[in-house]
């Protein structure tokens, strides 16, 4: 899956990613937005796994979801973490 996420990237972008990660996926058995509130949370691991791929720009942040065939963009000072 890594090789597939670094061709598409490189298709897309024109060079490779200078970093690949990837994390396992899990769902909300209650589906009760405890997570982020803090709270315990029922959840339940799925063979699912979320893969980006990133490499530095001067342009501001572009995100490319393969899956969704989507691009949305973003400029410096516009994401907040």
Do not use: C
Not at 39 to 68: D, H, K
């Amino acid at each position: 899956m890594i090789d597939k996420i670094s061709k598409a990237f490189k298709e897309f972008y024109g060079e490779k990613p200078s970093i690949v990660v990837s994390a396992p996926g899990r769902l909300d058995f209650l589906n009760t937005h405890q997570d982020y509130k803090g709270l315990p949370v029922s959840a339940i691991g799925v063979n699912l796994r979320t893969y980006i791929a990133l490499a530095p720009s001067n342009n501001g942040v572009v995100a490319y979801s393969e899956n969704l065939n989507a691009v949305d963009e973003f400029q410096p000072g516009e994401i907040t973490l």
